[in-house]
C-alpha cells in the first residue's frame, strides 16, 4: 500500500518513532519493524516520503494507539512537499480549539498539560494521533531542565485556561504557529512520573505543515 510519511520523532536510544498516513482510506499507521521496534536511527523514512508499503496491524494493540503496524517489506516511490494540501483534501482534521482533538476526551492537568487516563470518567479517544487546523496562535517557550532543552508550545488563551503542547519534532521550533497553521498531534505511549499518579498519555506536537 502507498504510505506518505507524515511525521518522524526522536525517541530514546537513538530510535525514531515515524507516523504515516496511508493512501487508501488516508488512515493513519506508525510503523513499526518486523519485530514491533521503533525504527532505528540510520532508517530512510523521512516526512514526505511516499513509500510502497507491506504490513500488519498489530493483533492486540493498545488503545489509544491502534495505528502501529509491522512493516515487512518497503520500496521507495517518490517525495513531495504539499503535504498539508493532501491532509486538508483527504485526511480527517479537528478545526476549533484544543479542546476539539482526540474527540474532547482530553482532561488537563493544573498547569496546562493535555493528557487522557484510564481512570478519568473521560472516555477513550479512537486513535492516538490526528490532525489539527488550530484557531489561536502558538508560542515557543524553551525550557532548560537536567542540562537538556524542551521546547514547549502555549496557546494565547487566558491565563486561567492556558495549555501547552511538548515539541518532539525534528524541524527546527518556529516561535510563532499562527492560527490556521495545521498541526500534527499525537499521544504519547502510558507513563507515570510515580506510583501516587496514574499512567497517562500525554499530548504532544509532533510537527506542522506550512
Known amino acids: 500500500m502507498k504510505v506518505l510519511i507524515v511525521a518522524k520523532t526522536r525517541m530514546h536510544r537513538?530510535?525514531?518513532?515515524?507516523?504515516?498516513?496511508?493512501?487508501?482510506?488516508?488512515?493513519?499507521?506508525?510503523?513499526l519493524t518486523d519485530r514491533r521496534e521503533n525504527?532505528?536511527?540510520d532508517t530512510r523514512f523521512e516526512v514526505g516520503d511516499i513509500w510502497d508499503l507491506e504490513f500488519q496491524p498489530l493483533k492486540k494493540p493498545e488503545p489509544p494507539h491502534i495505528e502501529d503496524v509491522t512493516v515487512t517489506s518497503r520500496i521507495k516511490l517518490s517525495?513531495?512537499?504539499?503535504?498539508?494540501?493532501?491532509?486538508?483534501?483527504?485526511?480527517?482534521?479537528?478545526?476549533?480549539?484544543?479542546?476539539?482533538?482526540?474527540?474532547?476526551?482530553?482532561?488537563?492537568?493544573?498547569?496546562?498539560?493535555?493528557?487522557?487516563?484510564l481512570q478519568s470518567r473521560h472516555g477513550m479517544p479512537k486513535g492516538s494521533?490526528?490532525?489539527?487546523?488550530?484557531?489561536?496562535?502558538?508560542?515557543?517557550?524553551?525550557?532548560?531542565?537536567?542540562?537538556?532543552?524542551?521546547?514547549?508550545?502555549h496557546?494565547?488563551?487566558?491565563?486561567?485556561?492556558?495549555?501547552?503542547?511538548?515539541?518532539?519534532?525534528?524541524?527546527?521550533?518556529?516561535?510563532?504557529?499562527?492560527p490556521g497553521t495545521l498541526l500534527r498531534v499525537s499521544l504519547a505511549r502510558w507513563w507515570t512520573p510515580d506510583l501516587r499518579v496514574e499512567e497517562r498519555c500525554y499530548l504532544q506536537l509532533s510537527g506542522w505543515y506550512e
Open 129 to 153: 494521533v490526528g490532525f489539527w487546523l488550530t484557531d489561536t496562535e502558538l508560542t515557543l517557550k524553551s525550557e532548560e531542565r537536567e542540562g537538556k532543552t524542551k521546547h514547549v508550545y
Open 79 to 117: 517525495h513531495i512537499d504539499n503535504i498539508r494540501e493532501v491532509v486538508l483534501k483527504r485526511a480527517p482534521v479537528w478545526r476549533g480549539d484544543i479542546a476539539s482533538v482526540f474527540d474532547r476526551q482530553l482532561q488537563f492537568t493544573p498547569g496546562g498539560a493535555g493528557y487522557v487516563s
Open 14 to 31: 537513538g530510535e525514531y518513532c515515524v507516523g504515516g498516513l496511508a493512501q487508501k482510506g488516508y488512515y493513519n499507521v506508525r510503523l
Open 155 to 178: 496557546t494565547v488563551d487566558a491565563e486561567k485556561n492556558a495549555r501547552h503542547l511538548p515539541y518532539v519534532g525534528l524541524n527546527e521550533p518556529q516561535p510563532i504557529l499562527e
Open 39 to 41: 525504527q532505528p536511527w
